[in-house]
């Protein structure tokens, strides 16, 4: 029986990946990619799939009602997985609104159709139908670089420091309210920093290699103490899939990859791997320290525990050899990451 999934912000970062991993580990499904092909979402991401017969693409914002139960109705959609946010923090202390109406009113519209959609006139809801967030460990805060045995859990309390991270905090307690009040099946999972292909150069690994291949500055914030737990988005890919099939519903799931590292060593082990295994002529004096931003969370940690324990979940990818894939990918797609620089350029000041 075919499954349909609605992937929302389908053409960014993970949605891209997301959908490349479902067309390449499943045969009897129906991707439909709905994206509003901000800076953030290029098709070019899936110029590969967009001729396959199981994908298909629409236009639009999720904070358009009728274009979204346009799209429910017109498909009997099994999994709604929420992708699409503003995520660039940055950009969230220049324009919080904007955060808002994405990551919260876009959520919640995207809520209220599904919910309608979905009824089956009983009071209940068509079998096997999820409603999926796809949310962040920085909605929990910040941990202490002095107490590494602390780690984010799913019970720990909501404290977000940002307002993309309020943004996200907001848009996760709509969608469990919505489970509470109305009965919608849902799942939240909670990732940390996501690497690979696909990202845009606005966010630390990508921006680096930019900079790298330019032989131009490389702009780290503070002293570069920051530490991140990054995980390599097939691995992230693979476990929205195991909540999808396997998740108790009701649900939140933390996904991390277990590899804490300071932003200053990430950013070593980039200039290390371009100069030492590709021959590119430069150092670590490339590093630029700027001014830290205002409220910067010092460390993000993630237990896995619960998914790894109750659906068999576990990080495939190393972090040095997810790295070096990820460094060979953006070497090897010099004109994909000139158009996504110039995406961001226009759109700053657009």
């Known amino acids: 029986m075919t499954k349909t999934y609605l992937v929302t912000g389908g053409a960014g970062f993970i949605g891209s990946n997301f959908i490349h991993y479902l067309l390449e580990t499943k045969d009897d499904i129906l991707v439909i990619n709905v994206d509003a092909l901000t800076y953030a979402g290029n098709l070019e991401n899936l110029g590969k799939v967009e001729s396959d017969p199981r994908y298909r693409f629409v236009k639009a914002n999720i904070c358009d009602k009728a274009a979204m139960m346009k799209v429910l ?3 009997e959609i099994d999994y709604l997985v929420n992708f699409a946010a503003e995520s660039h923090v940055n ?3 220049v324009e919080p609104i904007t955060f808002v109406d994405t990551n919260v009113v876009g959520t919640a519209t995207l809520l209220d159709c599904a919910k309608a959609a979905w009824r089956d006139g009983e009071g209940g809801y068509r079998e096997g139908v999820c409603f999926l967030q796809v949310s962040t460990d920085e909605v929990y805060g910040s ?3 002095e107490r590494p045995a602390e780690l984010f859990r799913e019970t720990t309390p909501l404290s977000p420091h940002s307002p993309y991270a309020a943004s996200k905090a907001s848009a996760d307690l709509l969608v469990g309210a919505f489970g509470d009040t109305f009965r919608l099946p849902y799942n939240i999972t909670r990732c940390s920093n996501n690497y690979g292909p696909f990202q845009l150069p606005e966010k630390l690994i990508p921006l680096m290699i930019a900079h790298c291949l330019e032989k131009k500055p490389l702009p780290l914030y503070g002293d570069g103490s920051q530490i991140r737990d990054w995980l390599y988005v097939r691995d992230h890919c693979a476990a929205i899939d195991c909540v ?3 998740g108790r519903r009701g649900e939140v799931y933390n996904i991390g990859g277990r590899n804490e590292r300071t932003n200053l060593s990430v950013v070593e082990q980039i200039v290390g791997s371009l100069r030492d295994r590709l021959g590119l002529n430069i ?3 490339l590093i ?3 001014k830290d931003r205002p409220a910067h969370d010092v460390r993000y940690g993630i237990d896995p525990s619960k998914i790894e324990r109750e659906l068999a979940w576990h990080p495939q990818t190393p972090f040095d050899a997810g790295l070096e894939s990820t460094i060979d990918w953006y ?8 158009n996504a620089l110039r995406r961001i350029e226009d759109q700053r000041h657009g």
């Open 244 to 246: 999808l099939e396997q």
């Open 143 to 145: 941990l202490s670089p």
């Open 288 to 290: 630029a320290h700027v």
């Open 91 to 93: 950009r969230s202390i």
């Open 73 to 75: 109705e017109a498909f």
């Open 331 to 338: 070497v090897a797609h010099p004109p994909w990451l000139e």
């Open 283 to 285: 150092s670590d004096d």
